[in-house]
């Protein structure tokens, strides 16, 4: 378990461990990636994660299994993740310091 790859804000933990109780099913945490999409190429891809897959990164953080894809690694070491809500949207943040540009709207990043 590498803790270094991903950490999460209290206000995030408190997110995921609401998410994961409201869930419908069998939840074992969340799962973390990058997909290509956006102006900037990555975006990031949170879901719910009933199994693990082979080769992924396995995070205990606190009472919460994070795992992360292992295409996604390269891409997250050092990273916090945060979840923001205001009065127009809500949802998880991260602050990567591997990102070397962002698009204006905040929705994609390069590295």
Do not use: W
């Not at 950490?7 to 990058?34: D, H, P, W």
């Not at 916090?80 to 009065?87: G, L, P, S, W």
């Amino acid at each position: 378990m590498n803790k270094d790859i991903l950490k999460l804000t209290e206000r995030a933990k408190n997110r995921v461990k609401l998410l994961i109780k409201k869930s419908n099913g069998n939840v074992l945490g969340i799962r973390i990636g990058v997909k290509t999409a956006g102006c900037s190429g990555m975006k990031y891809h949170v879901e719910y994660a009933s199994d693990i897959k082979p080769f992924e990164e396995k995070i205990k953080i606190e009472d919460l299994t994070i795992l992360i894809d292992p295409a996604a690694v390269m891409f997250l070491v050092g990273s916090t993740m945060d979840y923001q809500e205001n009065k127009f949207s809500s949802g998880f943040e991260f602050s990567n310091p591997n990102e070397i540009a962002r698009c204006g709207c905040g929705e994609s990043f390069s590295v």
